[in-house]
């Protein structure tokens, strides 16, 4: 970083060094030229020549290294910063997606990390280099003329500081309405094209694409009335350096008639004004990125932003003695009122298995992901393995227990590379175990591309009923102590079910836990203990 | 043929063509801005000219000060309105480009749309068409003024001083040349750069959608290194990209600068032979980097047009999706009549050179009947019913819907659809409601919801129908979904209702009063329902089942209602 601000430097200064030097030299030469025949001998050209050489050669390459090392570094932190927000954002995972769209969460993910990165080279280098490079024009100039450098230094500040601070002030709430309006936009796409089918079918295709448009008019007009303030703003610069320029034009001028200084230096200062000028000129443009990376940040810490409980990440054998524990809890989602569990009691010991009964919409699914600590429950208590499950990581959870959950999803790609998620060590004998015992191994065999078939996002190459096979061979795969089916035999028919019942249960160690999920009783062709889950209580079912 | 059509229509030249028509008058005023500037130059050398070396007087030079001001506030006037004007360009093509996009993507349907992931394609839609922007406010105009000023300065500098004038034609059109050959190899590596984009993208959203499914394996850390291994890969080709554009920006500032240097060397040693005048020379010391600046503004939007030509390619591939659904119909009165839909040797298959999933099913679907579809799972009773979604072309046979007389009838059909995973958008469960029917009153919205068993759990919430949901229906159970969906396709009101697995999820009793309600609307309406359920096929006027491709109706229960 320092080295590409050292570049930066060197670069601008280089620039200003060219031309106040060509200027003096021409100013110079053609004085010496008019003094006749002595004065030319007299005057040194090859200095002020190599000078010239000197800094256009030294211009180029620091330019060249100055974009090379900024852009690496700004490219490096924009590739953290989205590993950074992805990572942040998966503890807060479900529960994050009832307020944010999944498109909304993408921007941030995608252009709000940009944005931020680019604080460095469009903000720290422009602000410092015009810094540093504003006061040694100001030096240079105050040692030919202290009334000059005045002038400089005034038209400088204002054209550096008050013009980007006024143009910031015009512009603030514009970039805030274009960004909180595109986060919108991409959100709308994402679900536009996600429901692109439904879409079609309820005729609501033209008020979609009427409220896009509005969006993007909207976007435009406030892009356009940003970019009138923002170029107002350079064009009032450019002419500001020119009244400097002029003004200075005229001090050197009354100097060199008092003779405090030499004529040639006259084009000298008036070049040097103009490049000093350019020094400050990127700063409206970089109170603009300033702007945009506050807007950006306020957007995307808020969101990464977790509190850090220290949890239990190691997985140990200890915690397959004892089962899941639960009593007297209670457990309300996030703003709701209404509680999911009132003071529930649930005891599953290891290596039972236990189908959990109750209406659409009771809270069997909630079960899980209280398990996972995916919400958190407000009274009461839960072991696992007799251990307080407030200090169990859900990684910890994940290595004991698998689960088909109602809402899985698969990953774009082929078969095996949703396995390979699923159980990262598993070789072709196991996934094909797997897959038959799920009753889909026969269908994965029927396609020409076997475990490379592809399938697309959210797994819609396949039907229903065949996703959902596809995850249940997932589970089986793991092969974890315990396993939780959510609805296991949805979209497949009875006869299917059965058997599909039937293989995974002869597939898996019987000394696996298995908890099933299910809301009828009667066709769950399932040993063992039946818990009713009625009115946010669990109860056995007499047999 | 359309979709055809729609893709010349966004090709690159196309683009330059439509934007280069509309960008004239910025053209016209950055000219002026352009001449402003050399004017204002010439003023500023004759000023120090006449000052330093002609002794002349403050009060003789008045008016030429004057005249530099004017110059100079003119050129700021002209510069910003072209900036204004060629930005409002930019603006209305790329939304136009946008709107092209998204209404083809409605055209083409969902099934379409299989395989190609929604990150990529909204990455596609916002950033892709971001990218077209500096090109056309920016490289085009800058393109073009590359021709005006530099000759313009080049012309002033042939009056002044010879010398200069050949120093600067040489070096002049060596630039774009060595600029050309530089970035030769820059296109490839920024289609690269695009497509691992587009890739980054589609693999956060899939990650994030499926991050339960990841917690629920353990498997987040992997994703993280995967994001992270993406976003390296991207960094590794832009920088790549980077490299070659700055390298093309070296060639220009090692021209331009060698072409001041020169000029300033020249000039000195003519000027101290006393064979140049001051007033020249320091013109042309003036106008020497403004002859470079628009090749140099140019050389820094050529980048611009490199990402857009690739971030084009990338619109030209969604624009050649083939438009499995067409344009949208409008459903009119006609719709309504419709009393039967027949399928005449329907066959269909997903890829051109893949298995028939349907092969020559003959049915028929009459109003006020009832109709299931069975056989076990992945057989193609959803292939059937996207059939007659019109979401796929049937690769033979054809679907014909009769109207009241037994006459083909070809208006759009008006249909309810309960597909077997609902999507849901994020608002309140009202605003999903009324997707469906815009104009639908809350007594509407009540009935509905009442007939699909929603409205219990509805009213159980705080907030009732003001309940927010996420999107993808996150906050709601799998069952309530199912419900949702099944009142939204109610609210229609439609002639034909499809239901693809309407039950799942639900429990006995819930399932036992949306099969009575189902059944209730069966009046008046053409309604299949695709399911296992034993409780529906009871139910059933007719029970079809699918297996091998072909449909046999296995149970004729109530027999035909009229």
Redesign the interface.
């Known amino acids: 970083m320092a080295l590409a601000f050292g570049l930066s430097c060197g670069a601008a200064l280089s620039d200003f060094g060219l031309l106040v030097t060509s200027g003096w030299l021409l100013a110079a030469a053609a004085q010496a030229g008019l003094g006749g025949y002595v004065t030319q001998n007299a005057f040194n050209m090859f200095l002020p020549a190599a000078g010239v050489r000197l800094f256009a050669t030294i211009r180029i390459l620091s330019r060249y290294g100055e974009r090379v090392a900024t852009h690496d570094v700004v490219l490096r932190v924009t590739g953290r910063l989205r590993t950074w927000v992805f990572a942040n954002l998966i503890p807060k995972m479900p529960a994050l997606s009832e307020e944010n769209r999944s498109g909304d969460m993408m921007a941030r993910f995608a252009a709000d990390a940009d944005t931020l990165a680019t604080i460095w080279s469009d903000v720290v280098l422009p602000v410092s280099t015009a810094l540093v490079c504003g006061c040694v024009a100001v030096g240079l100039m105050a040692s030919v003329s202290k009334e000059a450098a005045i002038f400089l230094c005034s038209g400088l500040v204002i054209s550096g500081l008050i013009l980007p601070w006024i143009a910031g002030r015009l512009c603030e709430e514009g970039t805030q309405f274009i960004t909180r309006r595109q986060e919108i936009m991409r959100g709308d796409l994402v679900e536009a094209i996600q429901g692109v089918g439904e879409l079609r079918v309820m005729g609501a295709v033209t008020g979609i694409i009427a409220r896009f448009e509005t969006l993007q008019r909207e976007i435009g007009t406030a892009r356009i009335r940003l970019l009138v303030r923002e170029s107002g703003a350079r064009a009032l610069n450019s002419f500001l350096m020119i009244c400097v320029t002029l003004a200075i034009i005229v001090i050197a001028v009354e100097a060199m008639q008092s003779h405090e200084i030499s004529g040639s230096c006259v084009p000298m200062l008036m070049l040097g004004t103009l490049c000093a000028f350019g020094f400050v000129s990127p700063l409206v443009a970089t109170r603009m990125a300033a702007l945009r990376a506050r807007v950006a940040a306020d957007r995307v810490f808020p969101l990464c932003d977790t509190e850090k409980t220290e949890k239990n990440t190691r997985y140990y054998h200890g915690l397959l003695d004892h089962g899941l524990e639960m009593a007297h809890v209670t457990m309300c989602y996030p703003r709701r009122t209404e509680p999911v569990f009132q003071d529930v009691n649930l005891v599953i010991r290891p290596g039972e298995r236990v189908a959990l009964v109750g209406e659409s919409g009771s809270g069997k699914s909630s079960l899980i992901k209280v398990i996972f600590s995916f919400y958190d429950f407000q009274e009461g208590n839960i072991t696992f393995g007799g251990v307080d499950l407030r200090t169990l990581d859900t990684e910890v959870m994940a290595e004991c227990i698998s689960v088909v959950s109602q809402d899985f999803h698969l990953f774009v790609g082929s078969v095996r590379r949703n396995l390979l998620i699923a159980c990262p060590y598993a070789d072709e004998d196991a996934m094909w175990r797997a897959l038959d015992a799920a009753q889909i191994g026969a269908f994965i065999r029927n396609s020409p591309a076997g475990l490379n078939t592809l399938i697309g996002e959210a797994g819609v190459k396949l039907s229903g009923g065949q996703a959902r096979r596809l995850a249940m061979a997932q589970a089986i795969l793991r092969n974890t102590p315990w396993i939780i089916l959510d609805e296991p035999t949805e979209g497949l028919d009875e006869e299917t079910e059965c058997q599909l019942i039937h293989s995974f249960l002869d597939v898996i160690p019987k000394t696996t836990t298995v908890l099933c999920i299910t809301h009828r009783l009667r066709n769950i062709h399932f040993p063992g203990r039946i818990i009713m889950l009625e009115q946010g209580k669990f109860r056995d079912k007499k047999i | 043929m359309q979709a055809k059509s729609e893709n010349e229509e966004w090709s690159m030249e196309r683009l330059t063509r439509r934007a280069g028509r509309k960008l004239a008058p910025c053209l016209l005023v950055a000219g002026i801005a352009a001449v402003l500037l050399v004017v204002?130059l010439m003023l500023?050398a004759d000023?120090?000219d006449g000052?330093?070396?002609r002794h002349r007087t403050?009060d003789s030079e008045k008016t030429v000060?004057v005249w530099?001001?004017l110059a100079?506030?003119g050129?700021?006037?002209f510069?910003?309105g072209a900036?204004?004007l060629s930005?409002?360009v930019g603006?209305?093509i790329t939304?136009a480009v946008?709107?092209d996009l998204?209404?083809h993507?409605?055209h083409?349907?969902?099934?379409g749309?299989?395989?190609?992931?929604?990150?990529e394609?909204?990455?596609t839609?916002?950033?892709a068409t971001e990218a077209l922007e500096p090109y056309v406010a920016h490289y085009i105009p800058r393109a073009a003024l590359m021709m005006v000023l530099p000759l313009l300065i080049l012309a002033v500098v042939f009056r002044v001083d010879g010398w200069s004038f050949a120093i600067l034609v040489c070096t002049g059109p060596l630039i774009p040349v060595f600029m050309a050959l530089v970035g030769y190899r820059a296109q490839a590596v920024m289609d690269r750069q695009w497509t691992q984009f587009l890739c980054?993208?589609?693999a956060?959203?899939?990650?994030?959608?499926?991050?339960?499914?990841?917690?629920?394996?353990?498997?987040?850390?992997?994703?993280?290194r995967a994001?992270?291994v993406l976003?390296?890969d991207?960094?590794r080709t832009?920088?790549s990209v980077?490299?070659i554009a700055?390298?093309t920006?070296?060639t220009l500032?090692?021209f331009a600068?060698?072409s001041?240097?020169l000029v300033?060397?020249v000039?000195?040693?003519r000027?101290?032979?006393?064979t140049a005048?001051?007033r020249s020379?320091?013109l042309i010391?003036l106008l020497v980097?403004e002859y470079f600046a628009p090749l140099r503004a140019f050389s820094a939007s050529y980048h611009a047009r490199q990402n857009a030509v690739s971030a084009c390619t990338k619109i030209v591939g969604v624009f050649a999706l083939p438009e499995l659904?067409g344009a949208?119909q409008q459903?009119t009165e006609k719709s309504v009549s419709v009393s039967c839909l027949s399928c005449e040797n329907l066959s269909a298959r997903?890829d051109a050179d893949g298995p028939e999933i349907l092969a020559g099913v003959n049915a028929s679907f009459c109003r006020g009947q009832l109709t299931v579809l069975?056989?076990?799972?992945?057989?193609g009773?959803?292939t059937l019913i996207r059939l007659l979604?019109g979401?796929i072309t049937p690769s033979a046979g054809c679907i014909i819907s009769l109207d009241d007389k037994g006459r083909e009838s070809k208006a759009a059909l008006?249909?309810?659809?309960v597909?077997?995973?609902?999507?849901?958008?994020?608002g309140s469960i009202a605003a999903n409601l009324r997707?469906?029917a815009?104009d639908a009153t809350d007594a509407q919205l009540r009935e509905a919801a009442g007939q699909a068993d929603a409205l219990a759990?509805i009213e159980?919430?705080?907030e009732g129908f003001e309940t927010v949901?996420?999107?993808?229906g996150?906050?709601l159970?799998?069952?309530?979904g199912m419900?949702l969906a099944l009142a939204?396709a109610l609210l229609?009101n439609s002639s034909v209702l499809l239901l693809?697995?309407p039950t799942?999820?639900?429990?006995?009793?819930?399932q036992a009063r949306v099969i009575r309600s189902i059944r209730q609307n069966v009046t008046g309406r053409i309604v299949i329902v695709a399911t296992?359920r034993?409780e529906m096929m009871q139910v059933a006027d007719h029970v079809l089942h699918v297996s091998g491709g072909t449909v046999t109706d296995v149970r004729t229960l109530r027999g035909v209602v009229a």
Not at chain 2, 108 to 111: F, L, R
Not at chain 2, 113 to 119: K, Q
Not at chain 2, 504 to 510: C, F, I, K, M, P
């Open positions: 204002q500023l000023l120090v000052l330093v070396f403050f000060m530099v001001l100079a506030g050129r700021c006037v510069q910003w900036d204004i930005a409002r603006v209305e939304s946008r709107r998204l209404a993507l409605f083409v349907g969902p099934v749309l299989v395989g190609r992931s929604s990150g394609l909204a990455a839609l916002v950033d980054l993208g589609s956060f959203l899939d990650f994030l959608q499926g991050m339960t499914t990841l917690r629920l394996f353990g498997r987040t850390r992997e994703a993280v994001i992270s976003s390296d991207y960094r832009t920088m980077m490299k700055f390298l920006t070296a500032e090692f600068s060698l001041i240097a300033a060397v000039l000195g040693t000027l101290l032979a006393g005048e001051f020379a320091f010391l980097p659904m949208e459903v997903y069975t056989g076990s799972s992945g057989v009773k959803t979604l979401q008006s249909i309810g659809w597909p077997q995973r609902p999507h849901f958008f994020q997707l469906a815009p759990f159980a919430t705080p949901i996420g999107d993808n996150i906050g159970s799998g069952g309530q419900r939204r229609r693809d697995e799942a999820g639900l429990d006995g009793d819930s296992h034993a």
